[in-house]
C-alpha cells in the first residue's frame, strides 16, 4: 500500500466495516502475533534456490530490496540464511534510506546505489517481484521486472511486468543475457 502500518490498519479496520469491533491497534496486536507464529515456516518460492546459487556461481552481483521490515525479515528468512548470505546486500523496509513502502520506488533506488563500484544504472538491474506494488515500484526505478504473482492474482495486475512467469523454475536466465543454466536440473 506504500502506507505506514498504522496507516494501513487505519484503512483496512474502516473498509472492512471492523472499527466499531477493533482498532486499528489491536488490529496490529493481533496481526503481529499472528505473523510471528507464520513468518519462520516460511518456504522459498520454487526454483529460488537455484536461481540464486546459479547467479552467485556466476559472479551475478544480487540483492534483496523487500518492504519487509528487519523484525518480519529476520522470522521469514531464518531458515534460508545461507542463500542470504549470497547476497552482496539487502535493503529492508525500515531502511533510513526508504521514504515510503512499495509502489514508490525507494527500496528499488537505495538498493541500486549500494552495489559495489557506486550506483548501478537501473535499466541494467532485473527485478523479480511477486507483488503489483513491487512490480510498479521496480518499474518506476527504470528497471526490467519479471514478475511471479500468485496465481490467484488478477491477470490485469501482470501487464505492467516485463515478463511474467509461474515460478522462478521457469524462468530463462539467457532470454535476459544472463549465464546460461547448465543443466536442466539442478
Known amino acids: 500500500m506504500g502506507m505506514k502500518a498504522i496507516e494501513a490498519a487505519r484503512v483496512f479496520v474502516q473498509e472492512t466495516g471492523i472499527s466499531d469491533s477493533l482498532s486499528a491497534e489491536d488490529f496490529l496486536a493481533e496481526r503481529e502475533a499472528m505473523l510471528k507464529s507464520l513468518f519462520p515456516a516460511s518456504e522459498l518460492m520454487p526454483g529460488a534456490s537455484r536461481l540464486i546459487k546459479h547467479f552467485h556461481a556466476k559472479g551475478v552481483p ?18 534460508h540464511g545461507e542463500l542470504f548470505k549470497l547476497m552482496h546486500h539487502i535493503v529492508l523496509g525500515d531502511d533510513l534510506e526508504v521514504k515510503q513502502g512499495k509502489p514508490s520506488p525507494d527500496v528499488f533506488l537505495a538498493a541500486a546505489r549500494r552495489f559495489e563500484g557506486g550506483p548501478i544504472d537501473s535499466q541494467k538491474i532485473l527485478v523479480f517481484e511477486d507483488a503489483p506494488a513491487g512490480t510498479l515500484a521496480a518499474k518506476s526505478a527504470g528497471m526490467c521486472v519479471v514478475m511471479v504473482p500468485d496465481p490467484r492474482l488478477d491477470s490485469s495486475h501482470r501487464t505492467i511486468a516485463d515478463q511474467v512467469v509461474s515460478s522462478l523454475s521457469d524462468f530463462s536466465p539467457s532470454e535476459w543475457g544472463l549465464p546460461s543454466f547448465e543443466n536442466a536440473q539442478a
Open 62 to 79: 544480487m540483492c534483496v530490496a523487500t518492504g519487509s521490515h528487519k523484525r518480519h525479515f529476520e522470522l521469514k528468512t531464518q531458515r
